[in-house]
């Protein structure tokens, strides 16, 4: 399949997608149904390897795909890019931890909750490893999950950060995800309780930071030349600009018919402040989508040529993901409050893009402070240490 196969199949799926939206919000997980269709269009194998039956698809053309999903379900679209992005960053690791994730079925899907909560006790061949883990997207359909941890020394410190590949068997899943926003990304707790985990599932975060790592020695294409932290952040900034952009086309349709009740009456549409508020929103959707596509494709270009990503780039991405996010929350807010007091209805489009976008910004890989910073430094000419970018 092809990424334009890919996107054509979503297409078709997009006007059950939206209105299972209310369900998905209501019950607090993507619909069993919603999940197949999703298999079966390709798209949790967009960025997986072709040699476990993956496309190594452009990762534009995967956010692309992410838009349009989350323009019709925030949730759902939230876990289409996470999960989504699972296949990539496990295409880095040890290919026998590839085996045993896509060994025996290909189809086979991951989670993750890279906080760093877990502990490792080095062990013969491998770890020990004990923690619980917040806000793992997804991990009611997963059969396994990337989880951030702290190697421990014979002293009790810290001498790595990592992430280790765990299957469903070795942890169990608590459920605790009752928020108000994304609410259908299922997104509870994970928790492992002295479990071994063999070295080849264990990859360190600095060498993944650094463009290195086992799995680049057998998945060669550029798509695996490219940051982690790039796409990543990439893929939770994505589904936030895309549940506005499908409520500004909703808005739009439900406003041109309006008329006011109050304020003089008179139709929305003539009201020059509804008027400005419009063009604020559609530039701002439209500067994060610029911004987010163009640093993709500059990365995957100089990754194609096999050409060295300089750091102003990978700071750029940084900087331009944490702003779109902002400029996409800033959107929202000027459609809820220009919608007036329908907007304050539980379940309505606007409502819920609102909830959704604010739930999704705040993300640790969204806190636009620490990013901004980062560039900051950069253009100061100040050393940058971090292994987000």
Known sequence: MTADDVLNAVRGLIPGIAARAAETDRLGRVPDETVRELVAAGVFRMLQPRRYGGFETEPARFFEVV????????STGWIAS???????????FDDRAQHDVWGED?????????????????VDDGYRLSGTWMFSSGC??????????????????????????????????????????????????????????????????????????PG??????????LPFAALFTTSVAVPVV??????????????????????GGGRFV???????????????????????????????????????????????????QVRATERAVEAIDLLFKTAGGTSLFLGGVVERAWRDAHAGSVHVANEPERAYALYGRDAFGLPVEDNLI
């Open 67 to 74: 838009r349009t999903i989350s323009a019709a379900c925030g």
């Open 82 to 92: 996470v999960v989504g992005v699972h296949p990539w960053h496990l295409a880095l």
């Open 106 to 122: 290909d189809s086979t899907l991951v989670s993750s909750a890279y906080a760093p909560v877990g502990r490792l006790i080095p």
């Open 140 to 213: 009611r359909f997963a059969s396994w999950a990337l989880l951030g941890a702290v190697v421990v020394g014979s002293e009790g410190r810290p001498v790595d950060f990592v992430t280790v590949l765990v299957p469903r068997s070795d942890y169990t899943i608590r459920d605790v995800w009752n928020v108000v926003g994304m609410r259908g990304t299922s997104s509870d707790e994970i928790v492992v309780d002295d479990v071994f985990v063999p070295d080849h599932r264990v990859k360190s975060n600095y060498e993944t930071s650094q463009l290195r790592g």
């Open 216 to 225: 680049r020695k057998v998945n060669t294409g550029p798509l695996y030349r």
């Open 242 to 263: 895309g549940v506005v952009a499908g409520c500004y086309e909703e808005y739009l349709s439900s406003m041109r018919e309006r008329v006011r009740l109050s304020l």
């Open 270 to 320: 003539d009201d020059p402040f509804a008027q400005v508020a419009v063009g604020r929103a559609a530039s701002d959707i439209d500067a994060a989508t610029l911004q987010l596509d163009r640093n993709i494709r500059e990365l995957w270009e100089l990754a194609k040529a096999g050409r060295q990503i300089p750091m102003q780039l990978r700071l750029r991405t940084r900087r331009d």
